[in-house]
C-alpha cells in the first residue's frame, strides 16, 4: 500500500476583490510509495506551493483526499493538526527557518520539546543524527555563525529527529550555491536509501535529477512524470529539460 495517496485533489481559492475564484488545483491524483524520493516540478503559479501546503495539512483542499498511511487528512480536526505536523512530518525550508537566539542544538532538539520528551531520549536522538550529518561540531553554535550549507544540514537534523513518515521539502536548495546543493542532494539521497520517504517541490534541474521519480504540474494538474531507473544523472537532466520544454510550449499555445 502507497504511505502518501493524493486522489481527484482540487483547490479553489476567491479572491478578496471582485470575489472571483481562482482554481490552484484541478484533479491531482497520485501516490508515493514507502521509501521513495519524489520531485515536484512546475512554473510558478503551477499549483506546487498549494500542493504542498495541502500535504503538509496547513491547508484544506476544496474537493478530493490525501491519504497519509491510511489516514485521511479530512478527517483531522483542527486542534489535532498541529500535533499530527510535528509526529507525523518532517519540514525542509528554502529559508531554513531556523530560530537565531537558539543554538543549532536547540533548533533540532524543539520539536521533541514540543513532545515532551525527556532530555535522555533527546540526545540519544540527536548524537548520531548529526555525527550522520556532519555537523556535531556546530551543534553549540548560532545560525549566524555558520554557513547555508551548514544551516539546511540543522534543518535536515530537525526535520529527521522525530522519526517522521514523511519529509516534505520546500526549494532545499533554492538559497544554497552550487556545493552545497549537491552536498544537500548527496545527503537526501543517502537519507532516502535509509528508508526515509522524501517529497521535494523544486525549480531546479540539478535538484530533480537526484529524485527517484519526477512529477510535472501545470494549471494545477499532473501531464507528465518520469522515473529515474538506471539513467544517469546527465540524462535524467535531458529528460527533465524536454518535459519542462513541452509544458513551456504548450502554456504558449494556449495563450495564442
Known amino acids: 500500500m502507497a504511505l502518501l495517496e493524493i486522489s481527484h485533489l482540487q483547490k479553489i481559492y476567491v479572491t478578496r476583490l471582485g470575489g472571483a475564484q481562482v482554481e490552484a488545483l484541478h484533479d491531482v491524483s497520485f501516490s508515493v510509495e514507502e521509501g521513495e524520493f519524489v520531485a515536484i516540478m512546475g512554473e510558478s503559479g503551477s499549483g506546487k506551493t498549494t500542493l504542498l501546503n495541502i500535504l503538509a495539512a496547513l491547508d484544506r483542499p476544496t474537493g478530493g483526499e490525501v491519504v497519509l498511511n491510511g489516514l485521511p487528512l479530512s478527517r483531522l480536526p483542527e486542534r489535532k493538526l498541529a500535533a499530527f505536523r510535528r509526529d507525523n512530518?518532517?519540514?525542509?525550508?528554502?529559508?531554513?527557518n531556523l530560530l537565531d537566539?537558539?543554538?543549532?542544538?536547540?533548533n533540532i532538539?524543539?520539536?521533541?520539546?514540543?513532545?515532551?520528551?525527556?532530555?535522555?531520549?533527546?540526545?540519544?536522538?540527536l548524537v548520531p543524527l548529526v555525527e550522520m550529518l556532519g555537523i556535531a561540531h556546530l551543534v553549540r553554535k548560532y545560525p549566524y555563525e555558520v554557513s547555508g550549507g551548514q544551516k539546511q544540514r540543522a534543518a535536515v537534523a530537525r526535520?529527521?529527529?522525530?522519526?517522521?513518515?514523511?519529509?516534505?521539502?520546500?526549494?532545499?536548495?533554492?538559497?544554497?550555491?552550487?556545493?552545497?546543493?549537491?552536498?544537500?542532494?548527496?545527503l537526501f539521497e543517502r537519507i532516502n536509501r535509509g528508508g526515509q520517504t522524501i517529497?521535494?517541490?523544486?525549480?531546479?534541474?540539478?535538484?530533480?535529477?537526484?529524485?527517484g521519480r519526477v512529477l510535472f504540474l501545470r494549471d494545477g494538474e499532473v501531464y507528465h512524470q518520469l522515473y529515474r531507473g538506471e539513467l544517469t544523472e546527465e540524462e535524467m537532466w535531458g529528460r527533465i529539460s524536454d518535459a519542462l520544454t513541452l509544458a513551456t510550449s504548450h502554456g504558449e499555445e494556449d495563450a495564442g
Request: hydrophobic share 45%.
Open 89 to 96: 512530518l518532517g519540514f525542509v525550508f528554502q529559508d531554513f
Open 101 to 106: 537566539t537558539f543554538t543549532l542544538e536547540d
Open 199 to 211: 517529497v521535494m517541490v523544486t525549480h531546479s534541474v540539478r535538484a530533480a535529477c537526484r529524485a
Open 159 to 186: 526535520a529527521l529527529i522525530t522519526g517522521p513518515q514523511l519529509v516534505l521539502a520546500d526549494e532545499p536548495t533554492g538559497a544554497l550555491d552550487s556545493r552545497a546543493s549537491d552536498a544537500l542532494l548527496s
Open 109 to 125: 532538539l524543539l520539536p521533541l520539546v514540543l513532545e515532551g520528551r525527556k532530555y535522555q531520549e533527546m540526545r540519544e536522538r
